[in-house]
């Protein structure tokens, strides 16, 4: 599982950041590319990675404002040709159908696979399958905006093939059984239980994506005890006036929800244009005054989400 940021930046794209798009790469769990929106020139950052449009099957949209949903519509275009008829599902508050159909009706796209839309107007449960539950619940900002809590469901635990073999247990059908935690009889009339040789399951990982938001109750309530949490960090710490008037956050309130949430690494993104070089480092350091594990990202940075020990 790793997160991979196509953009970073906030309002318009700069030299230095494209505006936002988040890829959740689940390629070794399900072989699967999750979008977590899809700003100006999304596909043109993927050209620049090992992401396969066809691989995308599902985006995510936190809101509807230009930055986070005007690459859109080319991508889903560009897409039909790499992706044959596989779907897509686009969850995201109401209003992102008539956008995404509107578009392509009026520019004459035609697409060569479904679309399936997953709209809603407040918080609840998206997915939950054998592998992820997906929670989605309202932020606070000037137009309906959302964060997104992905949980991968706990890990089986592993039949301990060492200790087996020390036991004498001969490889091969006598160890599927006992992985299916059943009992085995060996030659010398011995028995041995598979579920005593059956590791404590691996807890699934916890990543938290928001989008655009005043540091809100809900943000910490998706970010609890997450493995990585994605909080924008529009402004600097000394402008919190200005981010309360703009519905968005500084880097020490994103770093306060990270505290208050348990989690357990904080990843700053959706920089204002006007912190270049070493003022967005600034960023970085406010945001360690109040929670130490938070890194600034840049565009096309990859963030692997470890399993917790």
């Known amino acids: 599982m790793e997160i991979q940021f196509l953009g970073t930046g906030a309002g318009l794209p700069s030299k230095n950041r494209n505006v936002t798009s ?20 999304t596909q043109h950052m993927i050209l620049h990675t ?7 099957t599902k985006i ?25 008829d596989c779907p897509v599902t686009i969850y995201g508050p109401k209003g992102i159908k008539e956008y995404v159909e509107t578009s392509i009706r009026l520019s004459q796209s035609r697409l060569g696979y479904p679309i399936h839309y997953k709209e809603f107007t407040d918080g609840g449960e998206l997915i939950d399958d054998a592998k992820f539950k997906v929670l989605t619940l309202k932020l606070d900002h000037g137009i309906p905006s959302f964060g997104y809590r992905i949980v991968e469901k706990d890990h089986p635990g592993e039949l301990q ?30 028995l041995i239980d598979g579920k005593d040789y059956i590791s404590e399951p691996k807890r699934g990982r916890i990543v938290t994506i928001l989008g655009d938001t005043r540091c809100c109750e809900n943000a910490a309530k998706l970010a609890g005890n997450a493995d990585v949490l994605v909080h924008e960090a529009t402004f600097e710490a000394s402008e919190k006036g200005l981010a309360k008037r703009y519905f968005h956050s500084t880097s020490h309130q994103a ?55």
């Open 50 to 56: 090992a992401i396969k449009p066809r691989k995308v």
């Open 22 to 41: 988040i890829a959740l790469k689940l390629l070794d769990e399900i072989n699967e590319v999750w979008l977590f929106d899809c700003g100006e020139a």
């Open 60 to 84: 995510f949209i936190t809101h509807l404002h230009g930055d986070h949903i005007f690459g859109l519509p080319g991508f889903l275009s560009s897409r039909t040709f790499q992706a044959g």
């Open 161 to 190: 093939a060492d200790r087996l073999k020390e036991l004498g247990v001969p490889y091969g059908p006598l160890f599927g059984k006992l992985k299916q935690g059943q009992t085995i009889e060996l030659e010398d009339g011995r």
């Open 255 to 309: 770093a306060q929800v990270a505290n208050q949430a348990q989690a357990k690494k904080l990843l700053l993104t959706h920089i204002s244009s006007r912190y270049v070089g070493y003022l967005a480092k600034e960023l970085e350091k406010e945001a360690k005054q109040v929670f130490a594990n938070s890194t600034i990202v840049n565009d096309l940075d990859i963030i692997p989400v470890p399993f917790s020990d």
